[in-house]
C-alpha cells in the first residue's frame, strides 16, 4: 500500500510563489507516474501537471509557464514549483501517483491535499 503526504500549502500574495511537496512511503517515483490535481471551492478536481516515467511533463493550459513538475527518486519526493500566482489558483492541491502492472491493473494512490490560497 502506497501512502502520499503533500506538504508546502499556505497563503500566498498573488505574484508570490510556492512549492509544493509530495512525499511517498516508499521508493515508488521511479516507476509510477506523477500527477498535482486542484479543487478550488465549488468546483471538480482538475488536473495541473503531470510527470511520465520519461520526465515528459503536461500542465493545464492555465498554469502553463508559471509551474514546473519535477521529481527527485533519491528523495521519493515529487514537487511542484508555482510562480506568478494568481487568486483563481487557490484550491487544495493533491499528489496523484499511478502506474498499470504487467497483468494490465491500474494501481492508484491519492495524498490527503494541501491548501493553497493566493490572497492580497
Known amino acids: 500500500q502506497v501512502q502520499l503526504v503533500e506538504s508546502g500549502g499556505g497563503l500566498v500574495q498573488p505574484g508570490g510563489s510556492l512549492r509544493l511537496s509530495c512525499a511517498a512511503s516508499?521508493?515508488?517515483?521511479?516507476?509510477?507516474?506523477v500527477g498535482w490535481y486542484r479543487q478550488a471551492p465549488g468546483k471538480q478536481r482538475e488536473l495541473v501537471a503531470a510527470?511520465?516515467?520519461?520526465?515528459?511533463?503536461n500542465y493545464a493550459d492555465s498554469v502553463k509557464g508559471r509551474f514546473t513538475i519535477s521529481r527527485d527518486n533519491a528523495k521519493n519526493t515529487v514537487y511542484l514549483q508555482m510562480n506568478s500566482l494568481k487568486p483563481e489558483d487557490t484550491a487544495v492541491y493533491y499528489c496523484?501517483?499511478?502506474?498499470?502492472?504487467?497483468?494490465?491493473?491500474?494501481?492508484?494512490?491519492w495524498g490527503q491535499g494541501t491548501q493553497v490560497t493566493v490572497s492580497s
Open positions: 496523484n501517483a499511478n502506474r498499470r502492472t504487467v497483468l494490465g491493473q491500474i494501481l492508484d494512490y
Open positions: 516508499g521508493s515508488i517515483f521511479s516507476i509510477y507516474t
Open positions: 510527470i511520465s516515467l520519461g520526465s515528459s511533463t
